[in-house]
């Protein structure tokens, strides 16, 4: 059977199984961000502290997935993944365990949450560089879209459920639901049949390894002014999630469910960006949406920050969403189908530290500006940010064109 345009990588039965698999994991591991942010919310009643776990939980990220590029490109990329996935669940586990004995402290979850980052810095840039073996080149911006959508749509339902987990039993549940979800995206991985690339030989040290992705994104002006506009909104525009506990209780005075409510509708837009975005079946056109996106998610932000009823919050936070997903997988999309072969996990590391890396920094920096300025005012200078960088990208779009446009080419001719 013919598989829709918006549905077509499906049709690899490699992305069938890890799509299956991811649809219940991530479920799990947006059940565990929403009931970790309000257990730290609760025990502590501090914004400082919501961002300095969020900050603790995305930094390993920014110096590690240099790393985690080289371990992508020189093994593969599946089994490492499996690894990954496996070390996730224990720690899952482990915080599951803390929490339902009631041994839980905050600087367990900053630890647990540490050791989680150093994960990610590896899972990452080989899970993102993955998919073009699952589907190929031709399926490739189909697969990273409804891969977005699976991420967006798990952001619907683990928030909810989550709101209503804790609310009645507490987050420790939560998190043990996380832990065991693990398991659908291991026996995926386990299941799948993948044909070994030839690997381009070790460079003469590791640090030459790293600089060779680095090299790439810097003398390539539409990789590097992609990735510096992404750098920004994930900065200055990203860490107003970590807030959203904040906004849950304190502005529309709310609880536990509230912020799943809120948490849900953001994921709502984010899916149908994540749609929007895997119908289409060619790159035209796609430069021109970032900064698009870019400017309508600080405005959307600046609307969100003063918005005091709650339905009207929920509904800024649908286009909020919406926009932040075209931003992040137009910017995936296009620097992935830039990249060579041999360079693609280590050019996605560089993506990975600037999409999950710059976050951490921007997290802790909205806790300090919302400790001392209100949260209104910082998610108000979170979204004028985006739009200034939004404005400086469009500016240099005709720069951009043909560059992208010969980049592409050179990577479909081979």
Same mark, same amino acid.
């Given at each position: ?43 502590? +009643? ?5 961002? &300095? %776990? #969020?900050?603790?939980?995305? !930094?390993?990220?920014?110096? $590690?997935?240099? *790393? ?50 150093v994960v990610n810095a590896f899972d990452i840039p080989a899970r993102q560089a993955f998919q073009v073996e699952m589907v190929g080149k031709p399926d490739l911006m189909n697969a990273i879209a409804l891969n977005s959508s699976l991420f ?19 987050? +420790? ?5 996380? &832990? %065991? #979800?693990?398991?659908?995206? !291991?026996?995926?991985?386990? $299941?799948?049949? *993948? ?39 994930s900065l200055t525009g990203m860490p107003y999630m970590v807030l959203m506990p904040i906004f849950a209780d304190r502005i529309l005075h709310g609880g536990p469910r509230t912020l799943g409510w809120l948490m849900g509708c953001a994921g ?25 996106a870019s400017l309508a998610f600080g405005a959307t932000l600046i609307a969100f920050a003063w918005s005091r009823v709650f339905w009207l919050s929920a509904c800024i936070l649908f286009p909020a969403g919406f926009s932040m997903m075209i ?88």
């Amino acid at each position: 059977m013919k598989l829709p345009a918006t549905l077509r990588a499906l049709g690899y039965r490699n992305f069938q199984l890890f799509f299956g698999g991811q649809l219940i994991s991530l479920i799990g591991t947006w059940m565990q961000n929403i009931a970790q942010a309000w257990l730290v919310y609760r025990i502590s +009643g501090s914004s400082v502290k919501l961002g &300095a %776990v #969020s900050f603790a939980g995305q !930094i390993p990220i920014f110096f $590690l997935a240099p *790393v985690g590029g080289i371990v992508a490109d020189r093994f593969s990329k599946r089994r490492v993944v499996i690894v990954t996935q496996s070390v996730s669940m224990l720690l899952a586990f482990a915080l599951a365990g803390l929490t339902l004995t009631k041994t839980i402290e905050v600087w367990h979850v900053f630890v647990l949450a540490s050791l989680l980052g150093v994960v990610n810095a590896f899972d990452i840039p080989a899970r993102q560089a993955f998919q073009v073996e699952m589907v190929g080149k031709p399926d490739l911006m189909n697969a990273i879209a409804l891969n977005s959508s699976l991420f967006n749509a798990s952001r619907i339902i683990g928030p909810a459920i989550a709101g209503i987990l804790v609310a009645a039993i507490g987050e +420790g549940w939560c998190f043990f639901v996380n &832990a %065991v #979800s693990y398991i659908a995206v !291991i026996a995926g991985l386990l $299941l799948m049949t *993948v044909e070994e690339r030839e690997r381009k030989a070790p460079g003469a040290s590791p640090l030459e390894d790293v600089l060779e992705g680095f090299r790439f994104v810097l003398r390539n002006l539409p990789v590097r002014a992609i990735l510096t506009l992404l750098g920004v909104v994930s900065l200055t525009g990203m860490p107003y999630m970590v807030l959203m506990p904040i906004f849950a209780d304190r502005i529309l005075h709310g609880g536990p469910r509230t912020l799943g409510w809120l948490m849900g509708c953001a994921g709502v837009g984010a899916l149908a960006g994540a749609l929007r975005l895997a119908s289409r079946t060619d790159l035209k056109g796609l430069n021109r949406w970032l900064p698009v996106a870019s400017l309508a998610f600080g405005a959307t932000l600046i609307a969100f920050a003063w918005s005091r009823v709650f339905w009207l919050s929920a509904c800024i936070l649908f286009p909020a969403g919406f926009s932040m997903m075209i931003e992040m997988a137009s910017s995936n999309t296009l620097v992935q189908s830039m990249a060579p072969d041999e360079l693609r996990g280590r050019v996605m590391s560089v993506y990975s530290m600037v999409f999950m890396g710059m976050a951490p920094f921007g997290a802790l920096l909205a806790g300090v500006a919302a400790d001392r300025f209100g949260t209104p005012w910082t998610v108000t200078g979170s979204g004028i940010f985006c739009m200034i960088a939004a404005l400086v990208y469009w500016t240099q779009l005709k720069r951009i064109r043909g560059p992208a446009r010969q980049l592409i080419a050179e990577q479909r001719a081979r």
